[in-house]
Nanobody, 116 residues
Framework: QVSLPQFGGGSVQAGGSLTLSCGSY????????LAWYRQGPGNERELVAS???????RYDESVKGRFTLSVDNAQNRLVLQMNNLKPEDTSVYSC??????????WGQGTQVTVTS
């Protein structure tokens, strides 16, 4: 299956910021269910933030107030702004698109490393 392109990520010290973005092969991502997941070493994949097809934003409690999910309509990208990063945020982050017809795509995965 084709992976969505992801941009951003990398390594930062605790308290720093990083921005992740995820492209789409669709002409629009309106009315898609969009999300970012992450999976750390030895951990289950967990939902970080999501935007429902109805426009509802949800965040995991661990990132509330620090992470912001948005859509860049000009570039058709899903953006995750991550501020005040903590070592426990270290993970591989992957975007997820669920299209209205039921097809879905995953991003290629991006490593985020936060050092103390």
């Amino acid at each position: 299956q084709v992976s969505l392109p992801q941009f951003g990520g990398g390594s930062v010290q605790a308290g720093g910021s990083l921005t992740l973005s995820c492209g789409s092969y669709e002409t629009t991502i309106d009315f898609h269910t969009l999300a970012w997941y992450r999976q750390g070493p030895g951990n289950e994949r967990e939902l970080v933030a999501s935007l429902s097809s109805y426009g509802t934003f949800r965040y995991d409690e661990s990132v509330k107030g620090r992470f912001t999910l948005s859509v860049d309509n000009a570039q058709n990208r899903l953006v995750l702004q991550m501020n005040n990063l903590k070592p426990e945020d270290t993970s591989v982050y992957s975007c997820y698109h669920l299209l209205p017809g039921g097809n879905y795509y995953w991003g290629q995965g991006t490593q985020v490393t936060v050092t103390s």
